[in-house]
């Protein structure tokens, strides 16, 4: 097996983070989700991957600095955590979150909490595939998000959503509305350029909500801070995708 490698301040410069290695329309985004990387390690982050050019890594940190709206107090939140390709099937995915979860023992905390679809979503990861690892759904949303979380302890305290997650009357009811954040290489270039000319097409009003502070992430009304679009004040899909123009209309049709 390859190795496992931790990024911090003094090398993360020089290493890349898996995804849109070698997009350059992205290459502004891609150092946005570095600069926000590099915030996020001076509280508590923690971000490994294969020491190889894929996507295969994990990333975490305490649930109370998090950009996602969960309560879980003494909790580290899984953020995004792949395995692509080639290597898939080979043990990776268990060795990064087997060392996630000696993180948290070794800390002294409660376990493991992360998002993902009651189906697979989009940018999430895969809920079956955790659940066979340990993990139990915690609360399900009827938007089709589900919280999970692995306990150390039985008798620990079972995260929840935060209630803004409820409060969907706060979106616009007209037209498309995302909400959004550099945690994704991927998204600041796809809503400020793809989505934009996708709605101006179809003649769409189009809010756009950057999510820049974790205060304003764990107030969302979507516990999928990446990237969430809602159409006509319902929540679609967190796939990016939609953004451009040959994808906006199958994938709409296909989350309605």
């Not at 001076?42 to 190889?52: K, M, Q, S, T």
């Not at 079956?128 to 949303?141: A, D, P, S, V, Y």
């Amino acid at each position: 097996m390859e190795n496992i490698i931790t990024l911090h301040q003094n090398n993360i410069d020089q290493e890349h983070i898996c995804c849109a290695i070698s997009d350059k329309k992205c290459k502004d985004s891609y150092e946005m989700k570095k600069d926000w990387l590099k915030k996020e390690l001076e509280n508590g982050y923690v971000f490994r991957r294969l020491d190889a050019r894929a996507k295969v890594f994990i990333e975490y940190g305490p649930a109370e600095n998090g950009w996602v709206p969960v309560e879980a107090p003494k909790y580290l939140l899984i953020n995004c955590f792949w395995v692509s390709g080639k290597y898939k099937g080979k043990g990776y995915g268990k060795e990064l979150l087997n060392l996630a979860m000696m993180d948290a023992k070794t800390k002294g905390l409660a376990g493991l909490v992360t998002v993902v679809g009651t189906k697979k979503f989009h940018f999430m990861s895969d809920t079956k595939w955790l659940i066979r690892q340990g993990f139990e759904t915690c609360e399900t949303l009827p938007s089709g998000f589900s919280l999970l979380a692995k306990k150390n302890k039985t008798e620990e305290v079972t995260p929840k959503f935060k209630d803004s997650v409820r409060n969907t009357e706060q979106v616009n009811q007209k037209g498309i509305v995302v909400y959004y954040s550099n945690r994704c290489p991927f998204s600041e270039f796809h809503v400020r350029n793809s989505l934009i000319e996708t709605a101006e097409k179809r003649n769409l009003p189009l809010e756009i909500i950057k999510l820049e502070t974790k205060e304003q992430a764990q107030s969302a009304p979507t516990p999928a801070t990446i990237f969430s679009l809602f159409y006509e004040g319902k929540f679609i899909t967190t796939d990016i995708s939609i953004c451009m123009d040959s994808r906006f209309d199958k994938v709409l049709e296909k989350s309605r």
